[in-house]
């Protein structure tokens, strides 16, 4: 087995927050999102093996544990298969959006948001 991929990053939610999309180049198996707050964040946790109920929600305030079942982070490969020049060089690429979505719903408005996704190696 490989050495997994591993990517970390911020984004600040909207001051009236909407969906995000993060392109991370690859689809996690593992996402992890700390969604910024003032006080007692919450930690939504997605992991692709939970199948339907994909997205754990450990509440801040309480430090629950609970399925996250109307909004979850949603994993996306939109990839395509196209050809492209880079460099001079003309080669059939896979590109596209491959990543996860965080809903609205998970944000706090203007705040920021810590996230680190993982892919197994293959």
Known sequence: MGMPE???GTFTSASSAAD????LGFV?????LIVGAAT???IYIYDKNLGDAST????GSTGAYTYE???PIVSKDAGSISTATVM???ATKDIG?????????LQVNSKVNYWTAIRQGA
């Open 6 to 8: 591993i990517k970390h």
């Open 20 to 23: 995000v999309d993060i392109n």
């Open 28 to 32: 996690p198996d593992h996402f992890e």
């Open 40 to 42: 007692n964040p919450n």
């Open 56 to 59: 754990i929600k450990m509440t």
């Open 69 to 71: 079942t109307s909004n």
């Open 88 to 90: 001079g060089e003309t």
């Open 97 to 105: 959006f491959k990543g996860v979505t965080i809903p609205a719903e």
